[in-house]
């Protein structure tokens, strides 16, 4: 009996509203309790003394199916009466807390307060949602990555993207953990017992080499069957700062670019068919290199891309057993 | 020249709604200005990681008159999106957290975070809702009172008053701080400077007690001229657990033990017609005992009151000067 498609154990790594579609169609594709997904929390912050994981919640809500469908991260039929009150207060106003957005703040505030872990939070989270992945922050502790601005110095990487819409130059990206996350255990046993890891079209140097700053996480990785999937396209990212970095910090924005900071664990790698005229082998040091429809506009986008990185691996891993 | 009831510069005691009423005449009687209310905060708490002050919040409102006007609490127009969502998430709802009611804690907890007293904070929102009295939190540190409880042993005030409904026996009231609060040195200099100090007809164990819990302002309070309004109508308390509460500590509860507890500093005391029956004489150990309609249900009620306690003030000050 050949293994099906939906049977696969699979963790992706992914950041927030890129990595988020992939991530929705693997949930999709797989049967429920098959994904697990480990999530970038170095964009975390405190904002008013709320506990705020930016993508973290645009992973669940997106798994439950709650997210705001136009902008891709926050609640569908949000309000903003808090909003509207803080304005009065001429509190600032650059980091958008929509009013049930604030409620999940309220609470992961309160649950961590009470010593519950940031993984205890997500899955709880998770059961209320009705979402089946297992989904889990790539640290239960603060692990922050600073953005080191030409003129402005180190900030948040919060202050950087949202506040600053990601125009300061960035000298260097810092983060507070140089020796490394705390990964959940149950991420490290998702990432040990699973057939393939699957890197989402999310910022390389910004929502996945902070996942990557652990030890045993990257050991793991060695060993694993592992895919990713381009979030550069004709040297831009769909969205958000990966290109525009990419320059400052002295590399091609291009998907070449993001091959080469996987290539050591990585044996296959999807780019964008409107890349082809780029990539001339199939191959690359050992990983298959293979082009895909990448741009995820509709759940079907997002769903076809799954199965085709699903497939990929599925044939990578029958070609081993032959 | 004779000095005229709004030129008085007033300095009042106050905890939350009931207190308030008083407030309320005081600042709408004297001259814009003329009024510093120093307000309980020993009932502050966190709560979903907010820094939530009760009191200062019903001073505030009041004074702004953007108050609920129905429950005497809380803001006017309120919308409970927060609270509505928070539910879905199972999280305790027995505290009621409106979404402009939250905007206010919010914006008073990132200030806190950013180094602001509580002080300023309070100082700054006033500006911004239009009051012109001076409202002071008792202590510009955490100074809460906990209640000792027979059958659930310590909790916070409001766990007492609002989650359990002020319904368990108590056994004492504890102040997290018996080394005394920090009074802010503006409010302990309007007390130095002021002609009358005014004792709201507010809670004499949990909302007066705790401001008194401080040396440099009881001291104060002997050399001033001190007005106090009891709560206690009939051996009940309007509102709240005041009546109860006195039981349980082997108190009367009457107007007479109000008169008690402050009769070490005050020169007049004021107590409602319907008690007429049980106060013999007209003054009780120097200390002036003044009839008057203290039941406040519209705003010209409120008034009414703040003139009839500014006048008996004003009597005293002319008399003493003869």
Redesign the interface.
């Known amino acids: 009996m050949s293994l099906e498609l939906e049977d696969l154990k699979v963790v992706a790594l992914a950041g927030g509203v890129g990595g988020a579609k992939l991530v929705l169609g693997l949930d999709r594709v797989l049967k429920p309790g098959n994904l697990s997904v480990i999530v970038n929390t170095g964009d975390d912050f405190e904002?008013?003394?709320?506990?705020i994981s930016p993508d973290l919640d645009t992973i669940c809500y997106t798994l439950a199916g709650i997210v705001d469908p136009i902008k891709g991260w926050g609640l569908a039929d949000e309000?903003y009466?808090?909003?509207?009150?803080?304005k009065?207060?001429?509190?600032?106003t650059w980091f958008t807390l929509g009013?049930?957005d604030?409620?999940?703040h309220?609470?992961r505030?309160?649950l961590l307060?009470e010593g519950w872990s940031l993984s205890q939070v997500t899955r709880h989270?998770c059961q209320?949602w009705g979402v089946h992945s297992w989904v889990f922050p790539m640290s239960d502790t603060p692990a922050r990555t600073l953005v080191n601005t030409k003129e402005k110095g180190l900030m948040s990487f919060q202050e950087y993207f949202v506040k600053h819409q990601f125009q300061p130059e960035v000298l260097s990206l810092v983060y507070e953990r140089p020796d490394g996350t705390r990964v959940p255990e149950a991420a490290l046993k998702a990432l040990e017992t699973c057939d393939l890891v699957v890197i989402s079209p999310s910022n390389p140097l910004l929502s996945i080499a902070p996942i990557l700053n652990n030890k045993d996480l990257r050991n793991l990785l060695e060993s694993k069957l592992v895919i990713a999937v381009s979030p550069i396209i004709q040297g831009q990212a769909l969205k958000g700062p990966a290109a525009k970095l990419y320059k400052e910090l002295g590399f091609e924005p291009h998907a070449k670019t993001v091959l080469a900071a996987y290539e050591t664990f990585l044996d296959a790698f999807i780019y964008d068919v409107l890349d082809a005229p780029d990539f001339e082998n199939e191959v690359f040091k050992d990983i298959i290199i293979h082009k895909a429809q990448t741009i995820m506009k509709s759940e079907s986008d997002k769903i076809a891309l799954a199965r085709t990185v699903l497939e990929l691996g599925l044939q990578i891993m029958e070609k081993a057993l032959r």
């Open positions: 904002h008013f003394g709320l506990s309000t009466q808090v909003s509207e009150h803080l009065s207060l001429h509190s600032p009013d049930k604030i409620a999940t309220l609470e505030t309160r307060r989270f209320l």
